[in-house]
C-alpha cells in the first residue's frame, strides 16, 4: 500500500521556544541544585555559597516566567498546544492508552501528544509548577529575594526597620532568634518537598528523555526536528486526538 508523506504543522513558536528556554533552565538549575546539596565536601561557604544560591534562584527567575506563561499559553495557544491535547483526559483516553500501550509499534503515529506522552507531560507540568512555588518561597527565605523575601525580612526582624536595613543573607547578627527560629520551622518542610521533588525531576527528565527516543524509533514521526521547526512529517495514517 503507497502512502503519502505529508508536512503537519503541530507545535506553534511560543510551545518550542518554552520547550527549550525550559530544558536550558531546567538543566542549570539541576546543576548548580547538585552543587548546592554538596557545599560541605566540596569546601564552598560563606559569600561563595550565597552567590551560587543567588544564581540559582535568578535561573530560577526565568524558568518561572517562562513556565506561567506556558500555562497561560495552553488556555489560548494553537490547537496542539492546549490543556486539551495535553491533560490525560476525556472519555476516550484510558481506551487510547490501553491500546497504544498494548499495539507495541503497530499504533498508529499520533500528530500531537501519544497518550502515554499526554502523562508524562502532565506530570512534568505539576512537578515544574510545585518546585517553582517552593523555589520562590525558599529564595525569601535564605536570601531574602522578591517575591516573598520583604515578608520574610520582616518576619525575622519582626519589622524592627534599623535591623531591616542592616539584614543580609547568611548573616544572622540582625534577626530576631525566636522569630529566626520560627521562620526556619516553616522552611523546612518547604525545602524537604522541594528536594524530593528535585529527585523526582531527575527521573522524570530521564524517563522524557527515553521516552523521546523510543517514540522517534517507533513512530518514526520527526519528534525532535518537530520541536526545533514545529512540524512532523508524516503519512495519511497519522491520528488526531
Given at each position: 500500500?503507497?502512502?503519502?508523506?505529508?508536512?503537519?504543522k503541530?507545535?506553534?513558536?511560543?510551545?518550542?521556544?518554552?520547550?527549550?528556554?525550559?530544558?536550558a533552565?531546567v538543566?542549570?538549575?539541576i546543576?548548580i541544585?547538585?552543587?548546592?546539596?554538596n557545599t560541605?565536601?566540596?569546601?564552598i561557604k560563606?559569600?561563595?555559597?550565597?552567590?551560587?544560591k543567588?544564581?540559582?534562584v535568578?535561573i530560577?527567575?526565568?524558568?518561572?516566567l517562562?513556565?506561567?506563561w506556558?500555562?497561560?499559553w495552553?488556555?489560548?495557544?494553537?490547537?496542539?498546544?492546549?490543556?486539551?491535547?495535553?491533560?490525560?483526559l476525556?472519555?476516550?483516553?484510558?481506551?487510547?492508552?490501553?491500546?497504544?500501550?498494548l499495539?507495541?509499534?503497530n499504533e498508529?503515529?499520533y500528530?500531537g501528544?501519544?497518550?502515554?506522552?499526554?502523562?508524562i507531560?502532565?506530570?512534568?507540568?505539576?512537578?515544574?509548577?510545585?518546585?517553582a512555588?517552593?523555589?520562590?518561597?525558599?529564595?525569601?527565605?535564605?536570601?531574602?529575594?522578591?517575591?516573598?523575601g520583604?515578608?520574610?525580612?520582616?518576619?525575622?526582624?519582626?519589622?524592627d526597620?534599623?535591623?531591616?536595613?542592616?539584614l543580609?543573607?547568611?548573616?544572622?547578627?540582625?534577626?530576631v532568634d525566636?522569630?529566626?527560629?520560627?521562620m526556619r520551622s516553616?522552611?523546612?518542610?518547604?525545602?524537604?518537598i522541594?528536594?524530593?521533588g528535585?529527585?523526582?525531576?531527575?527521573?522524570?527528565?530521564?524517563t522524557?528523555?527515553?521516552?523521546?527516543?523510543?517514540?522517534?524509533?517507533?513512530?518514526?514521526?520527526?519528534?525532535?526536528?518537530?520541536?526545533?521547526?514545529?512540524?512532523?512529517?508524516?503519512d495519511?495514517t497519522?491520528?488526531?486526538?
Amino acid at each position: 500500500m503507497n502512502t503519502r508523506l505529508q508536512r503537519y504543522k503541530v507545535w506553534d513558536r511560543t510551545t518550542r521556544v518554552f520547550h527549550w528556554i525550559n530544558a536550558a533552565t531546567v538543566i542549570a538549575l539541576i546543576a548548580i541544585g547538585i552543587l548546592i546539596l554538596n557545599t560541605d565536601i566540596l569546601g564552598i561557604k560563606g559569600e561563595a555559597k550565597i552567590l551560587l544560591k543567588s544564581v540559582h534562584v535568578y535561573i530560577g527567575y526565568v524558568f518561572v516566567l517562562n513556565l506561567v506563561w506556558r500555562l497561560i499559553w495552553a488556555f489560548m495557544g494553537s490547537h496542539y498546544a492546549r490543556w486539551r491535547q495535553i491533560l490525560p483526559l476525556g472519555k476516550n483516553y484510558l481506551t487510547s492508552l490501553k491500546r497504544y500501550l498494548l499495539n507495541s509499534g503497530n499504533e498508529r503515529p499520533y500528530l500531537g501528544h501519544n497518550p502515554v506522552a499526554r502523562l508524562i507531560i502532565s506530570l512534568f507540568f505539576l512537578l515544574l509548577s510545585l518546585q517553582a512555588a517552593t523555589g520562590l518561597i525558599l529564595a525569601g527565605t535564605d536570601l531574602y529575594m522578591p517575591p516573598l523575601g520583604g515578608y520574610f525580612s520582616e518576619w525575622v526582624t519582626e519589622g524592627d526597620q534599623a535591623r531591616l536595613n542592616q539584614l543580609k543573607p547568611g548573616d544572622k547578627s540582625q534577626v530576631v532568634d525566636s522569630a529566626y527560629k520560627e521562620m526556619r520551622s516553616f522552611r523546612k518542610p518547604v525545602i524537604t518537598i522541594h528536594i524530593y521533588g528535585f529527585y523526582t525531576l531527575l527521573i522524570l527528565v530521564f524517563t522524557h528523555v527515553l521516552g523521546v527516543i523510543i517514540t522517534e524509533i517507533r513512530e518514526k514521526n520527526g519528534l525532535i526536528s518537530a520541536m526545533i521547526i514545529g512540524e512532523k512529517v508524516l503519512d495519511d495514517t497519522h491520528q488526531d486526538e
